[in-house]
């Protein structure tokens, strides 16, 4: 079990270790069904137990991890069905917040999603997929909380954090990602243009299609 302790000033050790084992399980270091050894995360991150406890519960609240009746951590699987459920959701709500975030552009909002996908581009050039992950979902969190619509955005993030692992895909599918990054280009473009319904669709298109490929390769571990 991998964990990789960021050097990121947290306000909490608490913070600092569900934000590890959160990125861990949802960029696929950590693999679903495999258990989470609290004395072993401890040591690895140079913490008492105590606060390893309370950043599992809080990942179990979530449904990345399952408690079992022996207190054990395993990390959670989500069937076929429930990720579909959960995308077909997705889809709706964050097209949706595309395309309020479009109608309220302003010359910082474009900058910021320029500069992330300047630094997309450095991680397809060098085949971080890792990283390439990381800046996907700021990329989205980006737009989804310019929308103007604070409980559309509390809505989205509280089911994206179900599906997030899904960004792993990066890591075994290079075409995907280069795909992917291309959908970027155009959802920016778009937005520049003010084309609302166009940047929401490609956002309903690339949320499906980073589905398809997760689960063509989930399936057939």
Known sequence: MPIINTQINWRTKTEMIYSTL???IVSGDIKTGEKIVLSKVASDLGVSPSPVREAIKQLAAEGLIDLTAHTEAVVSRLS??????????RVILESEATKCATKLVTPEFIAKLEDIL???????????????????REFHET??????NEQLTKLIDSI????????AVFSYDYSRLMESFQEHRDIVEAIKAGQAEKAGDIVATQTRAG???????????
């Open 80 to 89: 076929e069905k429930d990720f579909r459920e959960f995308t077909d959701i």
């Open 22 to 24: 959160r990125e861990a």
């Open 143 to 148: 737009i989804y909380e310019s929308c103007g």
């Open 118 to 136: 300047a630094k997309m581009q450095e991680c397809v050039d060098q085949e971080d997929s890792k990283r390439y992950g990381v800046l996907n």
């Open 160 to 167: 994206t954090v179900r599906t997030d692992r899904a960004r």
């Open 211 to 221: 589905l398809e490929s997760y689960l063509k390769h989930s399936l057939n571990q």
